[in-house]
């Protein structure tokens, strides 16, 4: 099942990063790319480091996380059942 097709700058696995989760999903390229991958406690301890750097990830992953959650809300949604009948 292919939940989104991702471009070049989109992030993945930052849910499982901001509350320590597992993961919820895997992740397949459909073609050749580059990837950047990194650990949790490597990623922490650099924003620990960098204030200026740590406010611009934090500020891109909300604006991604916003972007996805309206995306989301946009799609079309099954009628949900509601247990009555036609008389």
């Known amino acids: 099942v292919v939940l989104a097709s991702l471009t070049e700058g989109d ?4 849910l499982a990063f901001l509350d320590d989760s597992p993961r919820t999903a895997d992740v397949r390229a459909a073609t050749e790319c580059q990837v950047l991958r990194w650990i949790g406690q490597d990623l922490r301890r650099l924003l620990n480091r960098e204030p200026t750097l740590s406010a611009a990830f934090y500020a891109a992953l909300a604006k991604s996380a ?15 059942e509601t247990g009555a009948t036609d008389a």
Do not use: I, M
């Open 11 to 14: 992030v993945v696995g930052e």
């Open 66 to 80: 916003a972007q996805r959650l309206r995306l989301s809300q946009a799609q079309p949604r099954a009628p949900k």
